[in-house]
């Protein structure tokens, strides 16, 4: 089993800063890939950011390219996903998303990630 938590989420202002947190549990969390996703009321759940297990390799979607920045500590069990000059098209619900040790940081479909945690709410306010 592999449990993932997120946190961070809250209303912010646009310009504004957050970091989420993606805590995970039961298996080791350097034996997996990491990717962030988001998924706004209406829409298709989106590929943000990815990351290779040891972290050696990152990707970011175009959209967010210079504005977020993905990163894990394995020696914690955790994953991060910075994100500054927060606009309102940013809002939706964040999820953290582990897949096999072997995924590639720019593989970004949702069907490449095999567990999931329970997403974590960013509004962003203009």
């Known amino acids: 089993q592999v449990q993932l938590v997120e946190s961070g989420g809250r209303l912010v202002q646009a310009g504004g800063s957050l970091r989420l947190s993606c805590a995970a549990s039961g298996r080791t969390f350097s034996s997996y890939a990491m990717g962030w996703f988001r998924q706004a009321p209406g829409k298709e759940r989106e590929f943000v950011a990815g990351i290779t297990w040891s972290g050696g390799s990152t990707y970011y979607t175009d959209s967010v390219k210079g504005r977020f920045t993905i990163s894990r500590d394995n020696a914690r069990n955790t994953g991060y996903l910075q994100m500054n000059n927060l606009l309102a098209e940013d809002t939706a619900v964040y999820y953290c998303?582990?897949?096999?040790?072997?995924?590639?940081?720019?593989?970004?479909?949702?069907?490449?990630?095999?567990?999931w945690g329970q997403g974590t709410q960013v509004t962003v306010s203009s």
């Open positions: 998303a582990l897949g096999s040790t072997f995924l590639q940081a720019r593989q970004r479909s949702p069907n490449d990630y095999s567990w």
